[in-house]
C-alpha cells in the first residue's frame, strides 16, 4: 500500500508525463482491442454456412485486375470437369442502375448463379431462391433482395414478392428475400 501511495505522488508531481503515459496505453490498448477483434472476426470466425470448412473459392488473376471474373463458358467447363469439388456455383459483385422505386439509384449487387444459396444452405426469409435455369440467357430475370436493401429502401414491405424493379433497362422480378446477415 506504501509503495502505491508513493507512485501516485511521484505521478502527481508531473502531470503531463502522467497524462501522456495514460493515453499512451489507452491508444496501445485501444490499437490491439482493434486488430484483434479484426483478427478474429475475419480470419477465426466460422462462416454462417453448412460445411464452411469445405467452401473454396477459386479466384483468376489476370494483368488487369488481382480478381477477374470467370466467364459463363468457363464455369460450365468446372462445372462438367471438375471431379474434386462436390458443386460449384458462381459469384461476381456488379454495379446496378435501379430505377421503380423512388429516385433511381446506384446499387452494388451479388450475381450469383441459380444454385448459389442451395449451395451454402441459405434459406431465404421470404419467397424463395433461384430455380434452376433462372440464370439462363433469355430466362425472366429475377432478384432476390438482400434484408438490408429490403428493410432500409422498401420499410420492410411484406408483400414484395412479385413486384418489380428495373435494372440496367431489364425489369427484373422479386421473387424473394435473403435473411439478415449473423452478427
Known sequence: MQDLRFALRTLGKT????????VTIALGVGANTAAFSMVRG??????PYAADARLVRIKQPSANAPDSRFSVLEIADFRSQTKSLARTAEYHSMPF????????QRVQTGVVSDDYFDMLGVKP???????????????????LLSYGFWMDKLGGDPKIGGTTFTMN????????VLPPLPP
Open 125 to 143: 426469409l421470404l419467397g424463395r431462391t433461384f430455380r434452376p435455369g433462372e440464370e439462363k440467357v433469355g430466362a425472366p430475370p429475377v432478384v
Open 42 to 47: 475475419v480470419l477465426l470466425r466460422r462462416l
Open 15 to 22: 502531470p503531463a508525463f502522467t497524462a501522456l503515459a495514460i
Open 169 to 176: 433497362d431489364k425489369v427484373h422480378t422479386v421473387v424473394g
Open 97 to 104: 442502375q435501379l430505377f421503380g422505386k423512388g429516385e433511381p
